[in-house]
């Protein structure tokens, strides 16, 4: 690498690195947004035209949850909304909210992935935004370029949107 390619990787290479933490703080903030949504959701059933109650609720039940409990919490009351409204669960249907766990299970995976997952920086110039190694299993690298990472953000803020809609 002669001396003007080493300097344009050098200032490539911290750039890039400098964009990975934005891109990789932007999807986890987004993912937040989801998570909240959810806790409203269950304020909401729960603790309904009470603020010192739904207070009490996020502080003492949901602060103490994780996102998963949270989210099986979510699901099993919505299971049960459904059987009220008259649904019936057969082998050969799905429940009327099905798609919006399948949302919400992609946003978990995708937040574990930013959150857990190593940085790496690409020994060449490319159009990724950002490449998070999965170091368990020797799974190796997953790349996204702008497109992919802004597919990624939109369908975690769509399952925020299939939340907030879920009881109404």
Request: aromatic share 14%.
């Amino acid at each position: 690498m002669n001396d003007d390619n080493g300097m344009q990787y050098s200032l490539w290479r911290h750039q890039y690195i400098e964009q990975a933490y934005y891109y990789r703080g932007k999807l986890i903030d987004t993912f937040n947004l989801l998570e909240k949504s959810i806790e409203h959701l269950l304020m909401d059933y729960f603790t309904p035209n009470n603020d010192n109650k739904r207070v009490d609720f996020r502080f003492i039940i949901l602060d103490r949850l994780t996102f998963q409990s949270k989210k099986d919490s979510l699901l099993a009351l919505m299971n049960r909304y459904a059987e009220s409204k008259g649904f019936v669960k057969t082998g050969s249907n799905s429940w009327p909210h099905s798609e919006v766990f399948k949302d919400i299970q992609f946003a978990q995976d995708e937040r574990n992935r930013f959150a857990h997952f190593f940085l790496i920086v690409p020994e060449i110039i490319t159009d990724d935004v950002i490449v998070l190694a999965e170091m368990r299993d020797g799974k190796g690298f997953i790349n996204y370029d702008v497109t992919k990472y802004y597919d990624t953000v939109t369908r975690i803020q769509n399952a925020k949107i299939g939340v907030n809609s879920l009881l109404s």
